[in-house]
């Protein structure tokens, strides 16, 4: 079984791949992440105009609605390069919000929305609830109609930079079935939005009370496409879930490895010592491993069966690895590690984030039982 | 090479799965061995022997090696075809590994005229058994300081010393040996010399080695005073180093030159987890254990991952970074998989977990509990993992020598 796994690299992304490199190494080191921490939108205005004259908002949006025309496949490097450098902003729901327009929304909506998005206009996904169900079509918001427009009611959270979005996707249930719902931020009510305290500092993520909130009736996305959309955004999220756990390993463990080269010990070199250097390697194996998931999950995204799988396995081994490297980044700094002031904290906050959010290790793994025996 | 048409493969290719078909042997009534290291009794070893002699002789071994030494001259993706109907017609595996997969792709390379026309026909033909004199008692991981000793005598060198873990040490006629000719040497590399060496001369004696799984195949081999002859010496004394280097990377394929066949077979995955659906843990199908479900995912996640990584190390930009890390990393995840699956496996069976070969009971007799024993061959020969580990740390992440 599994023999003819692949793996391909396109030429585009090649080029983004090394775009987004040098770009996020540039504007965003540490010093940077750190003043953006303190700051309420998280990430600086000039450099999200600097992306989107790039064109990355687009990057997976077809070119008649604006978009540059390629795929999920070459977001991946750009979304990895950010995470290698921690890098905030809005990039990653946006792009998930303009993947479940492309998968459900009504032609009306793509063409109003679409191009917005890809001019630089931010928007986000309200999917997960506190019943905390990683089950996406688990959903006990409500969506009624009255008078031709839609009540809306229930609680979202992990509503991911809703401060800088000017749309909100919401995940409601309609007549009894799942449907999505486009929200315009400007007519949420005062208070309907509160930042929740996350772990990882770099990240705007939101509580919205939907209770009181009213959209016009063709705000519904195609309802005919529901369960689709929702497992392709299940999947799109996973996918840039492991693209930043790849990043973010990748990072903490040069960032460990500097550390063990140059911090003595009983007048040795602390990475000569085995008990760190061996779980270091092993850091390194997780990592490099779980990056070829991830790129064989680029590759494969979208594809009946294989992508799911391919997904899932980056997912799990990705998340874990990030952890695992993040973890052992605090312990091995030793006094140091314990402080604010080292950074192995914010890999391993970042870790927090891509391993909870969309399914655990665990849950991936049972998912990937079911698809393989 | 460039010339091969896909007509020509594709004619070789016909013909090889029918030879295969018609002559794959049919199992023994004896418990054939999946490596190439346990070949422990006699009547394993001419079963395997006769095999790859038909091999060759039907030009499915060997195919790309030159005809002037008893090769088939043709293209090396001749034989890769020949490989590939091998191994799905499930054919054996090949006998004399390290002469097919060592010796011979190093006497092509470096020996001389003579040599060649003297060693590589009785390779292939499992004639001549070759085996491998790396590894000493005291020196297991630490090549480089091999200690068994040739002193030049005239027109021979005397060997004293003794070597371990000599696959088939007790049927071979050659040996590759790795000794020191100079323990004044400044770095202790310069004074190794690597000989071809035969084993029938008196003073070379092979003890078995009963390994844990009760089987034999390794030897340890003692030399007292072995007179061998001068002109089995290969790239020049003080070199051995370099040589020996040379040799592994045959192994790990980075030079190619091998013969074709295999020496191993390992259980395909998916038959773990047709295992996984047929095993009856605590009274129930293994693969109904959310735990076992968890870990068998886990493990297959790695199979997978190792596919990937071997793809992903020729795609230069995404191997940038650190260009050796996929690499290196190969043999060290490989062995330990390896390990760990054949571990599970066992852990999916319940109290058949604790039945061995021999027992009419025990699932697919006994087969997983000898794999994972015999699958430390591969996480402690060849450098252990502790010995990976520092590899790794020190030539990938540039970590100071422990």
Redesign the interface.
């Known amino acids: 079984?599994?023999?003819n796994?692949?793996?391909t690299?396109s030429e585009e992304?090649?080029e983004l791949?090394?775009v987004a490199q040098n770009f996020c190494r540039d504007k965003s080191p540490v010093p940077t992440v750190r003043k953006l921490i303190e700051d309420e939108l998280g990430y600086d205005p000039a450099v999200w105009q600097e992306m989107i004259a790039l064109g990355w908002l687009g990057i997976a949006v077809p070119e008649e609605f604006g978009g540059v025309g390629l795929s999920m496949a070459e977001v991946v490097p750009v979304v990895e390069q950010m995470s290698r450098r921690l890098m905030g902003g809005p990039f990653v729901p946006t792009t998930l919000a303009a993947q479940a327009l492309l998968a459900g929304g009504t032609e009306a909506q793509k063409s109003r929305i679409l191009p917005e998005i890809c001019a630089g206009k931010a928007a986000t996904l309200a999917l997960t609830e506190p019943h905390a169900d990683w089950d996406l079509t688990h959903i006990e918001a409500k969506a009624v109609e009255e008078g031709g427009k839609l009540k809306l009611s229930g609680t979202k959270i992990f509503v991911v930079d809703a401060a800088s979005a000017e749309w909100i996707i919401a995940s409601v249930m309609k007549d009894g079935k799942p449907a999505l719902v486009i929200i315009e931020k400007a007519a949420l009510p005062e208070g309907a939005l509160r930042r929740e305290v996350v772990a990882d500092e770099t990240r705007r993520s939101f509580r919205l009370e939907l209770d009181g909130v009213e959209v016009p009736a063709d705000a519904l996305l195609d309802t005919s496409r529901t369960s689709e959309t929702l497992a392709h955004i299940d999947l799109a999220s996973s996918l840039l879930l492991s693209a930043e756990a790849c990043g973010a390993a990748?990072s903490c463990?040069d960032y460990t490895?500097e550390y063990?080269?140059t911090r003595k010990q009983f007048g040795?070199?602390i990475?000569?010592?085995?008990s760190l250097?061996?779980p270091?390697?092993?850091a390194?194996?997780a990592y490099?491993?779980?990056?070829?998931?991830l790129?064989?999950a680029a590759c494969t995204f979208g594809q009946q069966g294989e992508g799911e799988i391919a997904v899932r396995?980056a997912k799990?081994?990705s998340s874990d690895a990030l952890s695992f490297a993040a973890d052992r980044a605090i312990q091995f700094h030793g006094g140091f590690g314990f402080t604010y002031e080292c950074d192995a904290q914010l890999y391993r906050r970042r870790g927090m984030w891509c391993e909870y959010l969309h399914g655990d290790?665990?849950y991936q793994?049972?998912k990937?039982?079911d698809l393989?025996? | 090479m460039s010339d091969v048409s896909q007509k020509e493969l594709d004619e070789f290719r016909a013909g090889a799965r029918a030879w295969f078909a018609e002559n794959v042997p049919a199992d023994p009534d004896f418990m054939l061995p999946l490596t190439f290291m346990e070949v422990g009794t006699q009547e394993q070893f001419d079963f395997l022997r006769d095999w790859q002699h038909k091999c060759y002789e039907a030009g499915y071994l060997g195919a790309a090696w030159p005809k002037e030494y008893g090769g088939g001259g043709l293209a090396q993706a001749f034989q890769d075809v020949a490989t590939q109907e091998m191994h799905r017609a499930g054919g054996p595996i090949m006998l004399n590994a390290i002469g097919i997969n060592w010796a011979g792709p190093l006497i092509l390379d470096m020996g001389s005229e003579e040599q060649r026309k003297a060693y590589i026909k009785g390779i292939l033909s499992a004639e001549d058994i070759w085996c491998q004199g790396f590894s000493e008692p005291d020196h297991g991981s630490d090549l480089g300081n091999a200690q068994t000793r040739a002193v030049r005598d005239g027109d021979d060198y005397v060997v004293n010393g003794s070597k371990i873990w000599t696959t088939q040490g007790n049927y071979a006629k050659y040996m590759i040996l790795l000794a020191r000719t100079d323990p004044d040497a400044p770095r202790k590399y310069d004074g190794l010399s690597f000989f071809l060496a035969p084993m029938t001369v008196p003073g070379v004696e092979t003890v078995p080695i009963k390994k844990l799984t009760g089987e034999y195949g390794f030897t340890q081999t003692f030399f007292t005073d072995a007179r061998i002859p001068a002109t089995s010496l290969i790239g020049g004394e003080g070199k051995g180093w370099a040589v020996a280097m040379r040799t592994l990377e045959y192994e790990r394929g980075a030079r190619g030159g091998q013969a074709g066949g295999y020496v191993t077979v390992y259980p395909?995955?998916?038959e773990v987890?047709e295992l996984?659906?047929r095993a009856l843990r605590n009274g129930h199908p293994a693969?109904e254990d959310?735990i076992i479900?968890?870990k068998?995912?886990?493990l297959?996640?790695?199979?997978?991952?190792?596919?990937?990584?071997g793809?992903?190390s020729r795609?230069a930009?995404?191997v940038q970074?650190?260009p050796m890390?996929?690499p290196l990393?190969s043999k060290?995840?490989a062995t330990e998989f390896y390990r760990e699956i054949n571990q599970l496996a066992m852990a999916m069976q319940g109290p058949r977990g604790a039945y061995y070969v021999g027992e009419p009971e025990a699932y697919d007799e006994g087969i997983w509990q000898r794999s994972y024993l015999n699958a430390f061959s591969g996480t402690i020969g060849g450098g252990t993992s502790?010995i990976q580990?520092?590899i790794?740390?020190e030539h990938?992440?540039?970590?100071?020598?422990?």
Request: contains cysteine; glycine residues 6%.
């Open positions: 079984m599994e023999r796994v692949t793996l690299f992304q090649a791949l090394e990748a463990v490895v063990l080269k040795k070199l990475g000569s010592y085995q250097k061996h270091t390697v092993d390194l194996v490099e491993t779980a990056r070829s998931h790129y064989n396995m799990s081994e290790g665990p793994r049972a990937l039982a393989l025996f | 395909d995955v998916g987890v996984a659906k693969c959310p479900r968890d068998l995912v886990k297959l996640a790695t199979y997978r991952g190792l596919q990937l990584n793809k992903r795609i930009p995404l970074d650190k890390s996929l990393m060290l995840i502790q580990h520092n790794i740390g990938v992440l540039g970590l100071p020598k422990s």
